[in-house]
C-alpha cells in the first residue's frame, strides 16, 4: 500500500525575548538580598565590571535616575524595625553542652549525641528508637541493648528546653509537665494527657469531667496548665525557624503628609572598568580590530558589563514606579494606618498608572516587602478584589463605597476579638451579624477570610 506525501507551509508568528530581556526578567523577580547576591556574582565573573568607591558628589553631578532611585544604608530608616539576623546557639550546640558536663560513659554519650543528631528543628525525634538503634549500628558502630537505648533517651530528655526527644506532642507536653513541682493540678494535667488527649484536643471539657470524676474548675486549672506549656521546646533555639528575617526591598516615609519612597538596598554604583573602556575605543577601526589580540573576548566582556549596568537601572525604576503607583492608589491608607481605607487595585489598575504589561507587575511584587513606619508588608498586601458596592440613599450625590477583602477580614477579625470566649461564634454566626453590619457575604466567604487571617474555628477558639 503506498503511503501519500504531501509538503505544506505555516505561517506562524512567536516572539521570543532578547537575552537582555530575559536578564531584565531574572533581576526583576528577585528581591533586595537576592539582588544583592546577583550582584557579587556579576562582579566575579566579569572583570569588564567594577564597583565604585563612594566619594562626596554634589546634586549637579549625580543623574537623574540615581537622585530617584537612590540607595540607602539601615542608618538612615533608623526608626524602621528591621529585624536582625539570629546569632544565638542552635539547639543542638544548646543540648551538647549539657551532654558535655554530664558524667557518663563514652558508649553512652556517643548514643546521646548521635540521637541529638536525629532530632526535628522542634525538637521531637520522629522515627522509633529501635530504628535509631539500628542505625547506630550500621552506621557509626555503637552497639546498644534496648535498656542501653532508654537510657540514652532518658538522658536526652533530661535537657533543656524539657520536651526534647518527644516522639509526638502529648509526648512532649507530658515531658514538660514532669519537670513540674508535683500538684494536684500538674497530676491532674498529667492524667487528662494521657487518658483524655483526644477530648482535651477537641476542647470537650464536659467529657473530661465526666470520665475524670473531677470537678470542672479542677479541669480548667489543668487545661490552663498544659497551655503554659511549649508545643515546640526546640523551636525557640533554632534560628531557622524561630527568626524569619524579612529585609524590606522598599521603604515609605511619610513627612508631614508627604508620602515618599525609596529603595532599600546596598548596591554600589557599577561602572565599567577603565581598561576595557580603553581597549574598546581602541577596536573602534576595522584594521585595528584584525591586528588586536583577544578582541572577542574584549567586546563581550565589555558589552555584558554594559547591559548588566542598564538592566539593573531599569529593574530599580521598575521597582520604584510600580510602589508609587501603588502609593497613589493607596494614599489614603499610607497616610491613616487604616485597613478599611484600602482600596480595591488590582494588577491591571497599576498597569494603567505606569504603562507597564501585567507580567512585569506581577514579577515586581512577588516576593517583594516594603517598609512602612507602622510596620513591614508584602506589596501584595496593597491589592485586593471588590467584595461588592453599597451606597447612601439619596440623591445619588454620595460615591458609592466599594468593599474590599481586606474590610471583609477586618470585620470578621473585630467580631472574633468582641466575641464571649466560652461561647465563641461559629461562621454561620458571623455571617449573621456580618449581615446585620450591612456586608452581604455568604458563609463560605467568611470561612475563607477567616482562614486567610490565621482564625481558628470556633471549636478551637472556646476557651475552658
Known amino acids: 500500500m503506498a503511503s501519500d506525501q504531501s509538503l505544506s507551509l505555516d505561517q506562524r508568528l512567536s516572539m521570543r525575548l532578547s537575552a537582555q530581556q530575559l536578564r531584565f526578567v531574572k533581576l526583576l523577580e528577585f528581591n533586595a538580598p537576592e539582588l544583592e547576591e546577583a550582584i557579587d556574582r556579576e562582579l566575579e565573573d566579569n572583570p569588564a565590571l567594577e564597583a565604585l568607591e563612594p566619594a562626596p558628589v554634589t546634586d549637579a553631578d549625580i543623574p537623574a535616575y540615581r537622585l530617584n532611585a537612590r540607595n ?26 549539657q551532654l558535655s558536663e554530664r558524667n557518663i560513659s563514652p558508649k553512652l554519650k556517643e548514643a546521646v549525641d548521635y ?29 546498644l541493648s534496648t535498656a542501653e537505648a532508654a537510657e540514652a533517651l532518658n538522658v536526652l530528655q533530661s535537657f533543656e528546653p524539657y520536651g526534647v526527644g518527644a516522639t509526638d506532642l502529648r509526648d512532649c507536653l507530658m515531658l514538660q509537665l514532669q519537670h513540674l513541682p508535683e500538684s494536684q493540678t500538674r497530676d491532674d494535667a498529667l492524667n487528662i494527657l494521657e487518658t483524655q488527649f483526644e477530648a482535651f484536643s477537641m476542647k470537650h471539657s464536659h467529657k473530661i469531667v465526666s470520665a475524670l470524676k473531677i470537678s470542672q474548675e479542677r479541669v480548667k486549672e489543668a487545661i490552663n496548665l498544659i497551655l503554659t506549656l511549649n508545643p515546640k521546646p526546640g523551636a525557640s533555639f533554632d534560628s531557622s525557624i524561630s527568626t524569619n528575617v524579612i529585609v524590606p526591598d522598599l521603604v515609605v516615609t511619610n513627612e508631614d503628609g508627604q508620602l515618599s519612597v525609596a529603595l532599600n538596598n546596598k548596591i554600589p554604583e557599577l561602572a565599567i572598568d577603565r581598561t576595557f573602556s580603553e581597549a574598546v575605543a581602541e577596536m573602534q577601526s576595522e584594521a585595528k580590530r584584525e591586528k588586536k589580540k583577544g578582541s572577542e573576548f574584549v567586546m563581550s566582556r565589555y558589552n555584558d558589563a554594559r547591559d548588566f549596568i542598564r538592566v539593573l537601572r531599569q529593574r530599580q525604576e521598575t521597582l520604584l514606579n510600580v510602589m508609587t503607583a501603588i502609593l497613589k492608589i493607596q494614599k489614603d491608607y499610607f497616610l491613616t494606618e487604616d485597613v478599611y481605607r484600602l482600596k480595591p487595585m488590582m494588577i491591571k489598575d497599576i498597569a494603567a498608572l505606569t504603562g507597564y504589561d501585567l507580567s512585569v507587575i506581577s514579577r515586581a511584587t512577588a516576593n517583594k516587602y516594603v517598609a512602612t513606619p507602622w510596620g513591614i508588608f508584602p506589596l501584595r498586601f496593597f491589592f485586593s478584589d471588590s467584595i461588592g458596592e453599597t451606597s447612601d440613599e439619596g440623591n445619588g450625590e454620595s460615591a458609592p463605597e466599594v468593599l474590599t477583602n481586606r474590610k471583609i477580614e477586618a470585620e470578621i477579625e473585630d467580631l472574633v476579638n468582641k466575641e464571649d470566649k466560652k461561647h465563641p461564634l461559629s461562621d454561620e454566626k458571623i455571617k449573621q451579624l456580618m449581615e446585620d453590619r450591612g456586608y452581604d457575604v455568604s458563609r463560605r466567604t467568611v470561612a475563607k477570610y477567616r482562614d486567610r487571617k490565621g482564625i481558628p474555628v470556633a471549636r478551637l477558639r472556646k476557651e475552658m
Do not use: W
Open 72 to 97: 540607602y544604608s539601615p542608618d538612615d530608616f533608623s526608626d524602621y524595625d528591621f529585624t536582625p539576623a539570629d546569632t544565638s546557639d542552635s539547639l543542638y550546640d544548646h543540648l551538647r553542652r
Open 115 to 143: 540521637l541529638i543528631d536525629s532530632l526535628d528543628p522542634n525538637g521531637y525525634l520522629l522515627r522509633p528508637l529501635s530504628s535509631l538503634m539500628n542505625d547506630m549500628a550500621f552506621g557509626p558502630g555503637i552497639e
